[in-house]
């Protein structure tokens, strides 16, 4: 019915335009068959994925482009049924395209107005529809290709489809998906064992996000204050937090986000925070009260916020201020952590060490997961009942994690990031520089941000149109680039070369 193994099976093309898309990986050939009136569970399927290599099908798409996970064993039953009355050539070229009854800017549009009407407003979303993504690129419903200099916000650190990730995940997938905590598994304590023979901490908590790590941040936090002082009536329950910092969006993590408009609409969130202005070490030392102060949550370099990094002397500062204190440190590297600034963890770059650390976005290469690594200090205060989860640590996505740290912690790997960073950061300010809207080129790595003095969603869509996906930070005011670790030279080169066409919208957009 189709050829395995075919390399010359590409993602879906753009209509009228030549895609320079890679064939995707040999291991993992993708190819689509147009069904006719066949079903699954009842739901009419409008075509196929197809895992050539293993010939198994994967999953199906019906109209309203819900996936169902097909498991290996549905094989059979469906490539035996006659129901398949008509398929695609896998090797195909532009004029051989599956005949559609919209285009893909009609499918966008009717996405779009049907997501209106669904989901809770809670997203103001850029007017794409993504629909596939191989390495540094991204296509939408209308083919399309977009170059990913988001990565799902600093998610997708090995790209789109990785081939060792997507065999990690589908190898574990038709083995053991999700056991509870109830029980042991070895895909967990493997992922622990390797974080902590990685890093400074002795043990690890696995959640499934990064709010949900600060979250457990907290309640550690407060627990291990309530454990050391077993005497005292009142244990240190409070929280030192800076300006411009994120750390999500539950009661607890909201409290210590800087950015007064997530916080006042769900008012009151967890009390006892106090925000200092990152980097102002006086100010800090002021704040941190031996007795009051539970911990101090800091970003050793600040994503959300505006891209701003830390200085040796105010995390040295931090450091032996929280000893003296009896104080927690913890560091927020959900963002800024994991390969992103070209050193495994961000701290690394100043040698100084917190007591907890929390990673969540890339750590399992888009799978939800959240993970807090403390040291033993910290988590001999911790007994079972303390914390939990359902979900955290499954046997699926800790195999995914795994092949996600044993590429990233890769020195090798690791040296290209720093290096290619420093290239984007030199090129950016070569070619940005110049532009009297362009304040600076800051961050290390392949984290980096451009402050403007005005506001930069209107290059932000420029690039778009043009073909490259781009985030904001901080206040609106600046570009935020966290393209997947694996990205070449080349594709930044065009990134540059996009960003400085789009620059005239906003001249544009000011003079409005
Ligand atoms: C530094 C930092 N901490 C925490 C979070 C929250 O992570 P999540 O959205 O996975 O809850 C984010 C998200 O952007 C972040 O950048």
């Known amino acids: 019915m189709i050829v395995a193994g075919d390399s010359r099976v590409r993602p879906p093309t753009v209509v009228g335009k030549k895609s320079t898309a890679p064939p995707p990986p040999k291991r993992v050939v993708f190819a689509r068959l147009l069904l006719k009136e066949s079903s699954f569970l009842g739901r009419r399927m409008t075509s196929l994925r197809i895992s050539l290599n293993q010939s198994s099908i994967l999953s199906m798409h019906n109209p309203l482009q819900q996936l169902s996970y097909m498991p290996r064993v549905v094989k059979s039953r469906y490539s035996k049924s006659k129901r398949i009355s008509a398929c695609l050539n896998v090797a195909v070229e532009e004029e051989a395209r599956v005949p559609s009854v919209s285009t893909g800017d009609e499918k966008s549009k009717e996405v779009m107005g049907w997501e209106a009407k669904v989901l809770v407003g809670t997203y103001a979303r850029a007017p794409i529809v993504l629909e596939s993504g191989c390495g540094c690129k ?59 023979e990685g890093s400074f901490a002795n043990r690890v908590f696995f959640c499934n996000s990064g709010t949900e790590a600060n979250e457990a941040a907290i309640k550690f936090s407060r627990k291990f204050q309530r454990h050391s002082h077993p005497d005292e009536k009142h244990p240190a329950t409070e929280f030192i937090s800076f300006t411009n910092s994120f750390h999500g969006r539950t009661m607890g993590a909201l409290a210590l986000t800087s950015k007064e408009h997530y916080r006042i609409p769900f008012e009151p969130v967890m009390p006892g925070v106090t925000f200092v202005e990152y980097g102002n070490i006086e100010a800090t030392r002021k704040a ?54 070209g050193h495994l963890w961000a701290h690394e770059a100043y040698s100084v060490f917190p007591d907890i650390m929390t990673l969540a976005k890339p750590l399992a290469g888009g799978l939800p997961i959240g993970a807090v690594l403390v040291t033993e200090k910290v988590a001999s205060a911790i007994s079972p009942g303390d914390h939990g989860s359902t979900f955290a640590g499954s046997p699926l996505v800790c195999h995914a994690a795994l092949a996600v740290l044993e590429k990233i912690s890769n020195p090798s790997f690791l040296a290209s990031v720093a290096k290619k960073g420093s290239y984007f950061k030199q090129t950016l300010i070569q070619k940005l520089g110049g532009n009297p809207h362009v304040k600076e080129v800051r961050g290390s790595g392949l984290i980096l941000g451009i402050e403007l003095d005005v506001p930069a969603s209107p290059l932000v869509d420029a690039c778009r149109n043009k073909g490259l996906l781009i985030l904001t930070a901080g206040k609106g005011d600046v570009v935020r680039l966290v393209p997947p670790l694996i990205i070449s030279e080349q594709e930044l080169d065009l990134a540059v070369d996009i960003l400085f066409d789009a620059l005239p919208a906003l001249e544009e957009a000011s003079s409005k």
């Open 288 to 341: 941190i009260s031996g007795g009051k102060t539970a911990a101090v949550f800091v970003e050793p370099l600040q994503g959300e916020g505006g891209i701003y990094s830390a200085t040796k002397e105010f995390l040295q500062f931090l450091r032996s201020a929280c000893d003296e204190a009896g104080a927690l440190l913890v560091f927020d590297e959900v963002q800024c952590g994991l390969g992103r600034t």
């Open 138 to 196: 991204l296509y939408d419903v209308a083919g399309k290709e977009y170059l990913d200099m988001s990565s799902g916000i600093a998610v997708n650190s090995l790209g789109h489809g990785d081939p060792d990730w997507v065999r990690a995940v589908m190898e574990q997938a038709s083995k053991l998906t999700h056991v509870s905590n109830v029980c042991y598994s070895l895909p967990q304590v493997e992922l622990a064992t390797r974080l902590v």
